[in-house]
């Protein structure tokens, strides 16, 4: 701190004034008087107050432009950030707010620092963070710093839901092959119960273009066997939602012929005898079994896959469908599962306390694009695969049997090793109880009418990237 002789000194030569020489003295005395004594005193306090009012504005400065970033948000999805002012070195500030933080659909807490909320509209905004510092009077009006806030468009608003309906092909008899773009049911399935959802996928809804994906189910009470189908027409095929109809309803109308005959009565014996003895050679007779009767079945959907291709003059490939089935049936000691899939639509079954899964089918699926295999392609019947292509499980009883088209498989399991994964399936599960970002609960219970219509809700969920017609068939 300077003294008060130095001070007036450098006063005086700022200023010109000579003290040299007799008025050394005089200044010398001056500066003992006491009033220049109170009067040093007041501009050392001055001082003060200037620099401190001087770093004060330095602060307000910096933190109206210190760089301030927060995430981005999305309309019609809960938003939650923290701003935290003492991280970027302040920690002066005793008030903050936003004006208008209401337009936005949002709301904030200045004692927790925190915005939230669900923003109701999207665009690039300014907004005006509000704040006071400790020791400011309370009627001073507040400082404003602008923050940079995006809130991005909710991702659903960007997709449009044209009708199907509304296209017109006459080349292809649009109108006579159109079916609708959602689908839902529910129903007792012998002693089990099915519910089951289609649903036209958001790429498809865009442009106005047809679901492709199709199922159908059926129980027969004479024998006790029933039968559920999915199958999922290619994209690319200007006709695939007709063949993934044909696919599906030509199983039913097999196995409404051929249940009842003699191989099937034999497979009861047969199954019986499997229960008591899972030995090779039973083993290889079961084997047999399904190769002959689900391999005819297959075959007898894709020629009348090739007979309409026929009848409408166009290529079989304007069908392309895959196809997945399972049939099961109660006995005594338990159920028989069987299974036929081609294409990469998965089948799962869960045992009774989930504690095991089995993957029913392998998924045809290749590194690249053109993986997926058709059962309107014939080469699949001549192929060495073809006998693998089947399933077989007796099981004591299950939970749920679950046929979905990759619209699902791909969103919800991503690669097929998951399909193996009985953790993955749990989290598939928890997932339809409400463990999802619209909480939509769906309870597997018979007594619950409206089971199959949030099945259909749920099946809207999105994400990034998978915008494929959903099929999800569950017997439980």
Request: aromatic residues 12%; hydrophobic residues 40%; proline residues 3%.
């Amino acid at each position: 701190m300077p003294d008060i002789l130095d001070f007036v000194q450098r006063l005086l030569l700022a200023r010109s004034i000579s003290y040299t020489g007799k008025r050394a003295s005089l200044l010398a005395s001056f500066v003992a008087e006491e009033e220049s004594i109170d009067a040093f005193d007041k501009i050392l306090i001055n001082q003060d107050i200037l620099i401190h009012r001087f770093m004060k504005k330095v602060k307000i400065f910096d933190i109206i432009n210190m760089h301030l970033q927060i995430p981005n948000a999305t309309v019609n999805k809960y938003y939650e950030c923290k701003i935290d002012l003492e991280k970027l070195g302040n920690n002066e500030i005793e008030y903050t707010g936003i004006k208008d933080i209401e337009l936005y659909g949002l709301e904030y807490s200045k004692e927790k620092g925190v915005l939230s909320g669900i923003p109701i509209k999207s665009g690039d905004f300014k907004l005006s963070f509000l704040f006071r510092m400790i020791g400011e009077n309370e009627n001073e009006p507040l400082h404003v710093k602008p923050i940079s806030f995006i809130i991005n468009a909710d991702p659903k608003s960007l997709w449009n839901d044209i009708p199907s309906a509304e296209n017109k092909d006459d080349e292809w008899k649009i109108k006579k092959y159109w079916k609708p773009d959602t689908i839902e049911d529910f129903q007792p399935l012998g002693d089990k119960h099915i519910v089951v959802a289609s649903k036209r996928g958001r790429s498809h809804a865009n442009v106005g273009s047809f679901r492709d994906d199709d199922y159908a189910f059926k129980h027969f009470e004479e024998t006790g066997w029933s039968i559920v189908c999915v199958a999922d027409g290619a994209g690319s095929a200007r006709l695939s939602r007709q063949g993934s109809k044909i696919a599906c309803q030509g199983i039913i109308d097999y196995f409404e012929e051929n249940l009842k005959g003699d191989d099937f009565i034999q497979f009861d014996a047969l199954i019986e005898e499997y229960s008591l003895n899972a030995g090779d050679e039973i083993q290889k007779k079961l084997n047999l079994f399904l190769y002959t009767n689900l391999g005819k079945a297959a075959f007898s959907v894709h020629k009348k896959l090739e007979e309409f291709a026929n009848k409408l003059e166009c290529s079989i490939k304007d069908l392309h469908s895959t196809l997945i089935f399972s049939l099961f049936r109660k006995y005594e000691f338990g159920y028989a599962i069987l299974t036929f899939g081609v294409g990469d639509c998965p089948i799962g079954l869960l045992n009774k306390d989930l504690s095991e899964i089995k993957l029913m089918n392998w998924l045809d699926v290749g590194e690249f694009g053109g993986g997926t295999r058709f059962i309107t392609m014939p080469e699949i019947f001549s192929s060495d695969k073809f006998q693998t292509r089947f399933g077989f499980k007796l099981i004591k009883d299950f939970s749920y049997l679950i046929l979905m088209t990759d619209g699902i498989y791909d969103p919800k399991f991503i690669v097929e090793a998951n399909l193996e994964k009985l953790d993955k399936w749990k989290e598939f599960l928890g997932d339809l109880g409400g463990n999802n970002e619209e909480n939509i609960k769906i309870e597997f219970t018979a007594s619950d009418t409206e089971i199959a219509h949030k099945l259909s809700s749920w099946m809207d969920f999105w994400s990034p990237g998978n915008h494929d017609d959903r099929t999800l068939a569950i017997v439980f």
